[in-house]
């Protein structure tokens, strides 16, 4: 167990429908990064947050946003879904912005059909 | 722009022999290089994370190397195990502001009894 949770494990949806990703980061880490694993591709980086405020962006599509709430944790949402968005999606926390340190939960698993 | 290539894109080796992974890039401003193993339908696991001023870094039977003139690193595995079989990634983090890291398309490794 990494520490960093993330749910649900799996998630299928119909396309054109929004879902809503968690990410819970380890005790004492105040970043929050998103990444996108599609199949046969590396991991994209999408979006990184550092208690609560937006630090940098990515290859994040206008249908996804995410935020970081107050208490740290974070929501990855993605609306009008397509079939290409069906992927690995991971979330990494470290305790500052350097990401020098941090660990992955161990994704979620979205299927678009 | 910045960029990560790994080779080879697959390797085939047999239990107990040694094998080179390869990394280069072409971030810049240079933090940090990592290299990941990702099991199948998991998240990375970090291996070791090396800075500018580190040229080697061990973890049990992985090595990583880091030439920062050249951009290049190496993740050296020794007497392979089954448990080996995985993605490996190489990740390059800049340091230009916002701390955004750049990631291989990762070797995959397949350890044969």
């Known amino acids: 167990d990494s520490g960093v949770t993330q749910t649900p494990k799996h998630l299928i949806t119909a396309t054109g429908q929004r879902v809503t990703l968690r990410c819970s980061p380890r005790s004492g880490d105040l970043s929050v990064y998103w990444y996108q694993q599609s199949l046969d591709q590396g991991l994209q980086f999408l979006i990184h947050?550092?208690?609560?405020?937006?630090?940098a962006k990515g290859n994040i599509l206008e249908r996804f946003s995410a935020q970081q709430f107050p208490d740290l944790h974070s929501e990855l949402n993605l609306s009008s879904l397509e079939l290409g968005d069906s992927a690995l999606y991971f979330c990494a926390s470290s305790v500052d912005q350097s990401n020098y340190g941090y660990t992955f939960g161990s994704g979620t698993r979205l299927t678009v059909v | 722009k910045n960029q990560v290539e790994q080779s080879p894109q697959s390797l085939i080796i047999l239990e107990g022999k040694n094998c080179t992974l390869q990394?280069?890039?072409?971030?810049?401003?240079?933090?940090?290089l990592r290299w990941y193993k990702q099991d199948t339908g998991r998240g990375p696991v970090s291996l070791t994370i090396?800075?500018?001023?580190?040229n080697t870094k061990s973890n049990g039977r992985y090595t990583a190397t880091l030439d920062a003139d050249t951009k290049q690193s190496s993740l050296h595995i020794t007497a392979s195990q089954l448990s080996d079989s995985a993605s490996y990634i190489c990740v390059v983090t800049s340091s230009g502001g916002s701390y955004i890291p750049t990631f291989g398309r990762g070797t995959s490794l397949i350890v044969h009894p």
């Open positions: 090396m800075t500018f001023s580190e």
């Open positions: 947050y550092y208690n609560g405020e937006e630090r």
């Open positions: 990394c280069n890039y072409t971030v810049s401003p240079f933090s940090n």
